[in-house]
């Protein structure tokens, strides 16, 4: 491309604000059009699907460019920040009627949009968060912090927090740190730049649909935040401190209009919350389905009854951070169990808080520069239901017992009004604004402030109404003076108001119309009177339109303003919708109120699963209830035995699922339930793989078993269904017995634990270990059906009933009748060294030979035995020693039966 193609003004003008955004594509606004060139629309072009042109087509130095219109541009900036991209925002902020002569119209980037601050929350999806992150690791916090420190902003609410996590010597990022950055999900991460790659690598690993952005080591100098939230300390040097620094130090340079909304910073511990991580967000599928990712058949669509977007995002949230406290649990019971009580009260809390609306993005759309004046209406009409909100909870006698009016509890936090905010609002805007382009300086957009605001405007309101009725009028006066029938007013957007007169009327036009524009069958005259009331006319509307973009500038700054107090409100609001939300599905369900202390046991009578339950109800089947009891002391352990479709993984779900409602502060699905309090749910529930890390379904099982193995503590409630069936049954069967020992037997741990399996062999282990108990659920079978009752009882299955299940399922009957004579056969080995038969005369491989020792030692059973001796058991991890024992196993197993 020639140099001459870029040296237009324009073109100059546009590379030069590319170059202060090198790294985004820069989208230049053009008039009703925001345009991209060279390389960014070549790049933009396919990913946007839109036409690639050029400037100057023709020209063998035609510029490459694409454009979208300025209505639809959200749509397209979304698009591209969510595939990881920046987008630079420019704007013309001036009047292009204001600029004279040659020069161009000054432009200016006025936001930066990262996949973490998505610009203008309007089409989001409303129960979604999309939280920026910044990361500060140990190496960069100085002044002795082994901490890492965490803040993270979900910009298009101003939630903001920040909290530290310790080291634990790991060298790359800590598991804590990996839990945390997967509750939050975010859609960016800062990262110091001198942080190092493996770190980079291993978020890029663990968050693949974030994009991880390098800044500058200064910014998270807590001295030099350009913006001071409540909360924030500029003198403190913690690592969350400096995190929140850094993360405030990235808004000011990308979106500095933000800061004025985040008013509060807000701290926190990751020991308030019970920990739920990814996997177990996943097997028990909290806010997705694992069919197809979307909310159907999740536990938040289930709790899913609120009106608000803000009190479906509470939820989520609640969901993701499930209390330990006792008393902050008790406190949210109190607030859903008074709104259980008083039927009315909640009916009018929940009309009233539908009118709410989503306050909490209502402000962060007011805040942004390219705000409209219908967002500050909406804003308006946002504030004003508040009122009505605090007037919904006085509870009356229809509610309450004779002459007892319970009060709501503390829980129950009103939102207080801002009747500054809507008084500003009301007084300025129209009821209903007229639609405006964002970011338009157009001159003609007018009309959305009151009349009687401010008298300068009303003044040239009635000025330019006189001139438009005199324009009006001239028409039918012009052609009865000069008899010209065919003689019209018309008005160019260039050449302004002339008076059209067609070629065959020309020798009757007056010889003091002076000639204005000429067209192909017509000719454009004025006048000196018309030239002047035009002057008058545009001058009027120009000031008129200018007027009223500074009234709705000067509103909307007072209103911003206001951010503080109107998010305090947003915030009391969306959690009311929240504990409503609950106690609906409560009153609906028939759910009951659950004890959570500080005691070791899970007693929970008629347990019901919640997602489950009314799945069957609109199938008209009901759903068979159960008991749980474990006990650290006691029945630690439940070991479930049975056929696949009896019911073992569903109880399992449920299980975990009532234990974190119970934290949640929620209402369960059970006649009644006691929790003692749990600290973490560790799940390793169904089979999946991992092939862009390379990592097999078996793989993926251990190293879940792993962690478990690992992290649980003697407060954690552990979910284990069919462990060890990812690979052959004698080295299956091996790990599960000895991950049952281990959480058995290992001092200072015996974790609650749920232990569902096929390998019949485990219920031995409640013959030598005093804490496992054995239960399954019942099945009944009449020739060659089976019917499953759902109803668990203690003891161990008798048989599996697979075949039987395998021709529920379909297979062919040749299939079907093949399995039963191989069946058949194994059954006539089970008697064979080596083999023990189960009670129901199924043939199961015996985990011990029953056949003579021989001899003496084979040589893989001498390898296995120096191996044995080998290891050290105090520096071995529970993911060695699974890793050592397959080995083994399947070393013993190359030598054959004995």
Not at 248 to 262: D, E, I, K, N, S
Not at 342 to 359: I, K
Not at 523 to 550: D, I, K
Request: net charge negative; proline share 6%; charged share 25%.
């Amino acid at each position: 491309m020639t140099r001459s193609a870029l040296a237009t003004p324009m073109m100059r003008q546009y590379l030069e604000l590319k170059a202060r955004h090198p790294g985004a594509f820069l989208f230049y606004r053009m008039g009703d059009f925001y345009e991209l060139f060279l390389d960014d629309a070549q790049r933009a072009a396919p990913l946007l699907d839109i036409a690639l042109t050029t400037r100057d087509r023709g020209k063998p130095d035609a510029v490459p460019m694409c454009g979208v219109p300025a209505h639809s541009i959200d749509v397209h900036v979304k698009r591209l920040a969510a595939l990881g991209h920046r987008i630079a925002i420019c704007e013309q902020v001036e009047d292009a009627r204001s600029v004279s002569g040659r020069r161009l119209v000054r432009r200016e980037v006025v936001e930066v949009v990262t996949p973490g601050l998505v610009g203008d929350p309007e089409g989001l999806d409303s129960a979604q968060e999309v939280a920026l992150v910044a990361l500060l690791p140990p190496a960069a916090n100085g002044d002795g912090d082994v901490a890492w420190g965490l803040a993270a902003l979900e910009a298009s609410t101003g939630d903001f927090r920040a909290t530290s996590i310790e080291a634990d010597g790991q060298p790359s990022l800590p598991d804590a740190v990996v839990a945390e950055l997967g509750r939050i999900a975010p859609r960016e991460c800062l990262l110091p730049r001198d942080a190092s790659e493996e770190i980079a690598r291993r978020l890029h690993a663990e968050l693949p649909e974030a994009s991880v952005t390098r800044v500058d080591v200064d910014d998270f100098d807590p001295a030099a935040a350009p913006a001071r939230p409540d909360g924030f300390d500029a003198a403190a040097r913690d690592a969350a401190t400096r995190a929140a620094a850094g993360l405030l130090g990235y808004l000011g340079t990308q979106q500095p209009f933000v800061l004025r909304r985040t008013s509060r910073l807000r701290r926190y511990a990751l020991g308030d919350a019970m920990v739920v991580d990814a996997a177990t967000r996943t097997h028990l599928e909290l806010f997705e389905s694992a069919e197809d990712r979307s909310r159907r058949g999740t536990l938040l669509e289930r709790l899913d009854a609120a009106v608000t977007p803000p009190g479906i995002r509470r939820l989520a949230r609640w969901i993701a951070y499930p209390l330990r406290c006792a008393g902050q649990i008790a406190a949210r019971q109190d607030a859903v169990g008074w709104l259980v009580e008083h039927d009315r009260s909640r009916g009018r809390l929940r009309a009233a808080l539908r009118d709410v609306r989503d306050l909490e993005r209502l402000v962060s759309k007011v805040a942004r520069p390219t705000a409209t004046p219908r967002d500050l209406v909406a804003l308006r009409r946002s504030l004003e239901a508040l009122p009505a909100v605090a007037v919904s909870l006085a509870p009356d006698g229809e509610d309450s017992l004779p002459g007892v009016a319970a009060p709501p509890p503390p829980g129950l936090r009103v939102p207080r009004p801002v009747p500054e905010a809507v008084r500003l609002v009301a007084e300025a805007l129209v009821d209903e604004p007229p639609i405006l382009l964002r970011g338009s300086r157009g001159a003609g957009e007018t009309g959305f402030i009151r009349e009687g605001h401010r008298p300068e405007l009303d003044a040239l309101r009635e000025g330019a109404r006189k001139g438009r009725e005199w324009i009006a009028g001239l028409e039918a006066r012009e052609r009865e003076r000069t008899g010209i029938t065919s003689l019209k007013v018309r008005f160019h957007p260039v050449h302004g108001y002339g008076i059209e007169v067609t070629r065959a009327q020309q020798g009757r036009v007056p010889p003091e119309y002076e000639r204005k524009q000429t067209l192909a069958s017509a000719e454009r005259f004025t006048t000196p009177e018309l030239r002047e009331v035009e002057r008058t006319l545009l001058g009027a509307n120009e000031r008129a339109a200018a007027l009223e973009r500074e009234i709705f500038e000067s509103v909307r700054q007072a209103a911003v303003e206001m951010a503080a107090e109107i998010t305090a409100a947003s915030d009391a609001a969306a959690e009311l919708d929240a504990l409503a939300s609950l106690a609906e599905i409560a009153r609906q369900g028939g759910w009951v109120r659950p004890v959570v202390d500080e005691s070791d046991g899970i007693d929970i009578r008629g347990g019901r699963h919640p997602v489950i339950e009314p799945l069957l109800a609109r199938d008209g089947l009901g759903f068979v209830p159960n008991d749980t009891d474990l006990d650290r002391d006691g029945s630690q352990i439940l070991l479930l035995t049975g056929p696949n479709m009896s019911g073992k993984s569903t109880y399992l779900r449920q299980v975990a699922l009532l234990v974190l409602l119970a934290h949640v502060g929620s209402f369960v699905p059970a006649e009644s339930a006691r929790i003692g309090e749990v600290d973490r749910i560790f799940t390793r529930v169904g089979a999946a793989d991992r092939l862009a890390r390379g990592e097999s379904t078996f793989m993926v099982e251990m190293r879940e078993c792993a962690q478990i193995l690992s992290q649980a503590s003697p407060r954690s409630l552990v979910i284990l269904d069919e462990l060890g069936r990812g690979t052959s049954t004698f080295d299956g069967v091996s790990i599960a017995w000895a991950v049952a020992e281990y959480l058995h037997d290992t001092p200072g741990l015996r974790p609650r634990t749920l232990f569902a399996t096929h390998y019949h062999e485990l219920t031995e282990l409640a013959q030598t270990r005093a804490r496992i108990r054995n239960a399954h659920f019942e099945v009944r079978s009449h020739r060659e059906d089976v019917i499953f009752l759902r109803r668990m009882v203690a003891g161990g299955a008798s048989r599996s009933y697979g075949i039987q299940v395998a021709r529920m399922a379909g297979l062919p009957e040749r299939v079907v009748a093949r399995a039963r004579e191989l069946l058949r056969e194994l059954e006539g080995q089970a008697g064979e060294p080596g083999r023990a038969r189960d009670a129901g005369g199924g043939a199961q491989l015996g985990l011990f030979s029953t056949s003579p020792a021989p001899s003496g030692p084979s040589a893989q059973e001498a390898e296995a035995l120096r191996s044995l001796r080998a290891i050290d058991p105090g520096r071995t991890t529970p993911l060695e020693a699974l890793c050592e024992l397959h080995r083994l196993v399947s070393l013993l197993a190359e030598q054959g039966p004995a």
